[in-house]
């Protein structure tokens, strides 16, 4: 009798070509995940494309604009009867600086609305408009998990500094649409993940993980989901976070 091995689950993950999106690339890929990693500007992006030298059979790169309805309409299109195991909304900003020089302008002191509405558009509007155009896809897996790239900073219950308003109300948000689309559809398994604070563009040089270490413990959470996590707020080891 001949093994065959198992197909490769697929993955999408946004905001793929730096910072926490290209560890998950990386990190999914070696565990024999098809990696569709998509990128607003998949020319420059260098690493991703060594990724995929590295693993030509499995990594590909999309052109992707969350923030783009035509771009997400097409690449909803190019996935019609493709079946997705697992979508990682992890495309996010904190305005044009990370932390802390982003919190200039987002202050009571100072709110750049510009800002906040650019915020807003990425880390809420985008992730909704990218999870239901993708759904027809991540309902041909079987149980595929969609995975909402919240923060600490979403949590309310957590809340004793305040600041940071822009960022906090995008994941607080992003938070509750986790929980709504986990309820409507019980089929799939939506989660809320904090990351916890890691060294990135994002997080600053000031952030205390290694966003390598972040996306080992998140993939071995991943691993572990069940129906009984659809629509929780977790973090990185699985542990349960405050709404
Ligand atoms: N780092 C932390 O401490 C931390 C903590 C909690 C939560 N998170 C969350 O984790 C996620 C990843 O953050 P990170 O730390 O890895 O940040 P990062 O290094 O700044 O990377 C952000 C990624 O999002 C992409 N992006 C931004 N706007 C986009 C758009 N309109 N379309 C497509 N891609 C877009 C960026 O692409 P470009 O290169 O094209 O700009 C980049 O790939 C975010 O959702 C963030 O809120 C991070």
């Not at 197909?7 to 999408?12: E, N, Q, S």
């Not at 305040?162 to 799939?188: C, F, V």
Request: glycine content about 8%; hydrophobic content about 45%.
């Amino acid at each position: 009798m001949t093994d065959h091995p198992a197909p490769a689950r697929t993955v999408l993950v946004t905001g793929a070509n730096r910072g926490l999106g290209l560890k998950y690339c990386r990190q999914l890929v070696a565990e024999g995940w098809l990696v569709l990693a998509a990128t607003r500007d998949p020319e420059r992006a260098h690493d991703l494309q060594a990724l995929a030298r590295e693993y030509p059979q499995r990594v590909r790169l999309v052109q992707l604009d969350v923030v783009k309805e035509s771009d997400v309409q097409a690449l909803a299109e190019e996935l019609r009867g493709v079946p997705l195991d697992m979508l990682i909304n992890n495309a996010g900003t904190f305005g044009p600086e990370g932390w802390p020089g982003g919190m200039r302008y987002q202050s009571l002191a100072h709110m750049d609305y510009e800002i906040w509405r650019n915020i807003l558009e990425v880390n809420l509007l985008a992730p909704f408009r990218l999870t239901v155009a993708l759904a027809p896809s991540l309902r041909l897996a079987s149980r595929a998990v969609v995975v909402m790239l919240s923060s600490d900073l979403g949590s309310i219950g957590n809340n004793r500094l305040g600041q940071s308003h822009a960022y906090r109300t995008s994941k607080a948000g992003l938070n509750m649409l986790t929980r709504s689309i986990a309820n409507e559809w019980p089929d799939l398994i939506t989660i809320a993940m904090a990351p916890g604070w890691c060294k990135t563009e994002l997080g600053g040089e000031g952030a205390q993980i290694d966003p390598a270490d972040s996306v080992r413990a998140q993939v071995r959470t991943f691993a572990a989901l069940n129906p009984s996590h659809n629509g929780q707020f977790i973090d990185r080891f699985g542990a349960t976070v405050a709404w």
